[in-house]
């Protein structure tokens, strides 16, 4: 019996049967993103504590009886999930915490929280006997899709905006993609995108209106969870671009809590970069839609006009009673740094988005010292070099001899 | 009591005690390195299959019985080792064989093998209470120095050929090490190093006088052993610049052999890039001297004019009754290019060198198709994407509109 009970538009709340329809609300169109309603009673039954602690698999999979696949053939080899967590005591200074914890998801096959999704998108396609594969991307989803899709012989068309950082861009040719360069913004990109996925009948990852998506993203929770000992944080930390990632995670703690996982819910805080802060905006409104800026920020991965998942963000953040956070884009440059030098964790510009806002955070006075706050690094700072080098200041050019040496030294 | 027997010179054979001597043999100086020899009756009594199967350590530290340090204190919390080991079976055409194991190691901390040298380096610096420690490097040798010495406290100075690769000059930097960018070789660099570290006391990371840092790099055979069920591979390869790597492969199957943990040993296969061959040369010459010829490779991680650890590299390949291998760049540039579109992984060009090396010997007839083959990752594409850029291809630009992309897909 499939684990799926139904499909969920989060708008109106129409179900439908998952064979039904392949991605948005027939009523709301691509406002209507769709739930993944699962049989917990059925799950329950399978994935338990005790299950777990005998289950030697140390990748996302480790949590299948969750993740709505109907068999295990789409499933690849490249190790995905089960990445660290960090207990990091040596910054009270700047987070105002005796300690806080790290989940460095850059430690990914491609290098970022994506390839959870992208791990189940390319079963989920392997399964519906699909075999080539789109999506639109600000850059990190479209590699990770590319190196999970060339590992599964599947085709792709990926769609990002010409300005994504070039390591992200020679990760998709590397992997064989087509790739469209789309001379215009990350949101032009997507409507490009899906159009080209309705002519020539691709399958779409994107997480905006692909439900399955997130049944990745949520695997992270469940890991925080157990590799706390089954006690859930007081307060996650998530950076909030188009939404999916820190809906993935709400879902996760909340399923955690459905299955007798965890007895409570940690409180989910968004941080936006203040120029490209939509969710921020609408949550701060208390309304759901969403109104257009143009996006400016380093953080190239949160950089959005209209976020595609930001009803399920905003719900994030309603259920858990949480709050949003904007950082400037020099506060992440700052974080980048801070993180890099004091832990050895070398995150892209979103990727220390969210420990720059336990920063701001600590700056509000929003902490009170002795909370168990979790921060999740999505991204390498491998794939922006040229936002990096913005942080990370000068080496020293000198001629190979003693002397040139000394006098830096001695400066 | 320690698990150190002695350090014995790989040239003339002479002992000492570890406390004696910090680095290289008293007698050849810098070229007699020296070998950590271990008391393998007192590690075999603890280190037994068993304790490995009850051990949930998955990091190089689960083999901590056959690692030099006197305590845990100088561990750092960076998750590093146990990285994945894929059974390939996607490749039988370019490797003539059915399936050969791909050992990912460019999934470490900073993202190469490099970090089984580090954490051993940086723990052994703690526990000597050197808290300044500098390194020459290509580059990863020195981003992985720096990452683990961050998170260590440890303050760094790095020398590196002014053309290192942009990535990893700027993990450097992240991470907070004073950098010397030297207008030279890499053989300048190495010299100029040591030169500063006797002038200003600094502890030496640099694998090719450090005897300790072998030790962390050994632990790469113990995984591969232990994922293979304890059954030694048939042949491993291993790219070969300054023959750290391949000599430290080559210990850690050899105190597996010892330990009783495997029954047999696997030929060590090493492989150069074509115009940066100083151990082909040597081997073949059946010399252990090495004649200097100026490096010029796109693998910089292995672009050596004089290996520095040439001995133990030599001396891996005569014990283990192995064999060298030369690749072109273009060869190189192939493989990273078919190995990212048949398995999802991206390796830099040293990275994928031994594959490169697979493909070169079943083009000349040396496998027969049923051996088990490991083939070694040991860093990370992104950290190169200039080269990576040379094997990718081109995107397609488009405006944001459907029409443009029909024009691609229609060609």
Same mark, same amino acid.
């Given at each position: 019996?499939?684990?799926?009970?139904?499909?969920?538009?989060?708008?109106?709340?129409?179900?439908?049967?998952?064979?039904?329809?392949?991605?948005?609300?027939?009523?709301?169109?691509?406002?209507?993103?769709?739930?993944?309603?699962?049989?917990? /009673?059925?799950?329950?039954?399978?994935?338990?504590?005790?299950?777990?602690?005998?289950?030697?698999?140390?990748?996302?999979?480790?949590?299948?009886?969750?993740?709505?696949?109907?068999?295990?053939?789409?499933?690849?080899?490249?190790?995905?999930?089960?990445?660290?967590?960090? /207990?990091?005591?040596?910054?009270?200074?700047?987070?105002?915490?005796?300690?806080?914890?790290?989940?460095?998801?850059?430690?990914?096959?491609?290098?970022?929280?994506?390839?959870?999704?992208?791990?189940?998108?390319?079963?989920?396609?392997?399964?519906?006997?699909?075999?080539?594969?789109?999506?639109?991307?600000?850059?990190?989803?479209?590699?990770?899709?590319?190196?999970?899709?060339?590992?599964?012989?599947?085709?792709?068309?990926?769609?990002?905006?010409?300005?994504?950082?070039?390591?992200?861009?020679?990760?998709?040719?590397?992997?064989?993609?087509?790739?469209?360069?789309?001379?215009?913004?990350? /949101?032009?990109?997507?409507?490009?995108?899906?159009?080209?996925? /309705?002519?020539?009948?691709?399958?779409?990852?994107?997480?905006?209106?692909?439900?399955?998506?997130?049944?990745?993203?949520?695997?992270?929770?469940?890991?925080?969870?157990?590799?706390?000992?089954?006690?859930?944080?007081?307060?996650?930390?998530?950076?909030?671009?188009?939404?999916?990632?820190?809906?993935?995670?709400?879902?996760?703690?909340?399923?955690?809590?459905?299955?007798?996982?965890?007895?409570?819910?940690?409180?989910?805080?968004?941080?936006?970069?203040?120029?490209?802060?939509?969710?921020?905006?609408?949550?701060?409104?208390?309304?759901?839609?969403?109104?257009?800026?143009?996006?400016?920020?380093?953080?190239?991965?949160?950089?959005?006009?209209?976020?595609?998942?930001?009803?399920?963000?905003?719900?994030?953040?309603?259920?858990?009673?949480?709050?949003?956070?904007?950082?400037?884009?020099?506060?992440?440059?700052?974080?980048?740094?801070?993180?890099?030098?004091?832990?050895?964790?070398?995150?892209?510009?979103?990727?220390?988005?969210?420990?720059?806002?336990?920063?701001?955070?600590?700056?509000?006075?929003?902490?009170?010292?002795?909370?168990?706050?979790?921060?999740?690094?999505?991204?390498?700072?491998?794939?922006?070099?040229?936002?990096?080098?913005?942080?990370?200041?000068?080496?020293?050019?000198?001629?190979?001899?003693?002397?040139?040496?000394?006098?830096?030294?001695?400066?």
């Amino acid at each position: 019996m499939s684990k799926v009970l139904k499909l969920k538009c989060v708008k109106c709340g129409r179900e439908y049967n998952p064979a039904e329809v392949l991605y948005t609300c027939l009523d709301c169109g691509i406002d209507g993103i769709l739930d993944v309603v699962l049989d917990y /009673d059925q799950i329950k039954k399978e994935l338990t504590q005790d299950y777990l602690k005998k289950n030697t698999d140390y990748s996302l999979w480790r949590y299948l009886p969750a993740i709505p696949l109907e068999d295990t053939k789409g499933i690849q080899q490249l190790q995905v999930g089960w990445t660290p967590l960090y /207990d990091i005591k040596s910054l009270p200074k700047e987070t105002g915490l005796n300690s806080f914890f790290l989940k460095d998801d850059s430690r990914n096959p491609t290098a970022s929280l994506k390839d959870r999704a992208s791990a189940v998108g390319v079963a989920k396609a392997v399964e519906l006997d699909r075999y080539v594969m789109c999506a639109a991307s600000t850059g990190n989803a479209a590699s990770s899709l590319s190196g999970f899709a060339a590992s599964a012989g599947i085709k792709t068309h990926i769609f990002v905006p010409e300005t994504a950082p070039e390591a992200k861009v020679t990760q998709l040719l590397i992997y064989g993609s087509n790739v469209f360069l789309v001379k215009g913004t990350y /949101d032009e990109a997507v409507e490009l995108c899906f159009k080209a996925a /309705d002519e020539f009948g691709w399958y779409n990852r994107s997480c905006a209106i692909n439900p399955y998506l997130l049944e990745g993203k949520k695997t992270i929770s469940y890991e925080i969870c157990e590799q706390l000992g089954w006690e859930a944080p007081d307060i996650a930390v998530v950076a909030v671009g188009d939404g999916c990632t820190i809906g993935g995670v709400w879902k996760g703690f909340k399923e955690c809590y459905e299955l007798g996982l965890i007895d409570k819910f940690p409180k989910i805080v968004g941080v936006q970069a203040e120029n490209s802060n939509p969710v921020t905006r609408a949550f701060e409104k208390k309304t759901f839609e969403f109104e257009y800026r143009t996006p400016e920020t380093i953080a190239d991965s949160i950089s959005v006009g209209i976020p595609r998942n930001g009803i399920k963000a905003l719900k994030a953040l309603q259920e858990s009673e949480g709050y949003m956070v904007d950082v400037s884009d020099e506060e992440i440059l700052t974080a980048m740094k801070i993180l890099a030098q004091k832990t050895g964790v070398f995150g892209e510009p979103a990727g220390v988005t969210s420990f720059a806002g336990i920063m701001k955070m600590n700056e509000l006075g929003l902490l009170k010292g002795d909370e168990r706050v979790v921060s999740i690094v999505s991204g390498s700072g491998l794939k922006d070099i040229k936002s990096a080098m913005q942080a990370a200041g000068k080496a020293n050019v000198v001629e190979p001899t003693l002397e040139d040496v000394k006098k830096i030294i001695n400066k």
